[in-house]
Nanobody, 126 residues
Framework: QLQLVESGGGLVQPGGSLKLSCAASRFALDAYTIAWFRQAPGKEREGVSCISRSSSSANHADSAKGRFTISRDSAKNTVYLQMNSLNPEDTAVYYC???????????????????WGQGTQVTVSS
């Protein structure tokens, strides 16, 4: 099955930036819709950003709009989440997820995704 591995998390000061990576193995990510989710302690998992199979569209949670960018690098079989202007409320474990989808578009609904990475911790603190 498709395997996903997140990396790039760490400690960053408020206002700083991080770039998360989601590297795939066994299959090419070009065939998948990809999304990033996050879960903070004591809170529900929430969708952050997603990118369509064709990479022609992307969706973001309101909290991420204007700050986060999702992108693909097909040559590296990797999806990225560029996070700027981070604040302490962004602290969470971030997961990437994938689903096969024939139609354009993507959704930030976790039950629709079939494959998940193990997560990477992002901590925003001074």
């Amino acid at each position: 099955q498709l395997q996903l591995v997140e990396s790039g998390g760490g400690l960053v000061q408020p206002g700083g930036s991080l770039k998360l990576s989601c590297a795939a193995s066994r299959f090419a990510l070009d065939a998948y819709t990809i999304a990033w989710f996050r879960q903070a302690p004591g809170k529900e998992r929430e969708g952050v950003s997603c990118i369509s199979r064709s990479s022609s569209s992307a969706n973001h949670a309101d909290s991420a709009k204007g700050r986060f960018t999702i992108s693909r690098d097909s040559a590296k079989n990797t999806v990225y989440l560029q996070m700027n202007s981070l604040n302490p409320e962004d602290t969470a474990v971030y997961y990437c997820a994938a689903r096969l989808q024939l139609l354009a578009g993507c959704a930030l609904s976790s039950p629709s995704y079939d494959y998940w990475g193990q997560g990477t911790q992002v901590t925003v603190s001074s």
